[in-house]
């Protein structure tokens, strides 16, 4: 971090020193309540929601969230296990003021007043499933969800990692462009994975650091859509058609290595 990042996190951090934030098991278990606590402001910084947080990506997602100093507010969405998650979030000492929200009437208070929401609500592939897979179950969450967007918080970035992104990101358009709050700059489907596989999967064929390795990956987030370009790789290298042949295989089909193996059941 640099020093205007770090001097950011401190500020943040002395502010929000004095919050108690607002979740189900702290307002039972403390010897103060809220109401009792001296300050009741905001530190200025984005207010972020994550829709679907007690799940595999949205419990690190939002320790990540939590981590973030430009991050003043963090609303923790899920139709199950928010208490749990939302308690051991919030003890993180870091800036942002965390708050819980379980089942779909509590949507409107999770959105409201929101400018980032990131969705990875839904259900994920099983080994020998596509992304496609999982069209008919996950289309109508992000729908619902997208529709409480729109009542609550129009102008929010909304970030989709919900699968298929493909499908996803565009019912999401369709559901802002009825309501007449679509705007494309602040629509996005989470498809960093695949720049992040290429670089480490190049890096590991030149013998390279990851981290000093920069592969373009255009397209989609599934199979043959998801297109590195190799030709383009940073630092400037090229490739044996067998090289090339291995790796867009492998950058294509990383997200099923990781499925079957996260599958595997011990004997
Ligand atoms: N775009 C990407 O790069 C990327 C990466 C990883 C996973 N994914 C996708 O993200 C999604 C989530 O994956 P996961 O591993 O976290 O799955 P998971 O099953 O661990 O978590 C999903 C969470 O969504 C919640 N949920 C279900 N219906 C909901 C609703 N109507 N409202 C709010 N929350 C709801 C579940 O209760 C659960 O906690 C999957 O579709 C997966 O394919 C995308
Ligand atoms: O592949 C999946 O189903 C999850 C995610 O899209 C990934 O690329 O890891």
Redesign the pocket.
Known sequence: MNSNGEAQHQRIARISAHLNPSNYTMEQGTVLGRINCRSKGGASGFKVAILGAAGGIGQPLAMLMKMNPLVSVLHLYDVVNTPGVTADISHMDTGAVVRGFLGPRQLENALTGMDLVIIPAGV??KPG?T?DD?FNINAGIVKTLCEGIVECCPGAIVNLIS?P?NSTVPIAAEVFKMAGTFDPKKLMGVTM??VV?ANTFVAEVLGLDPREVNVPVVGG??GVTILPLLSQVKPQCSFTPEEIGYLTARIQN???E??EVRNLCCA
């Open positions: 994920p592939r499933m992304r999982l699968n992104v994975l695949d596989r987030h599934a990383g997200g099923t990781v499925v």
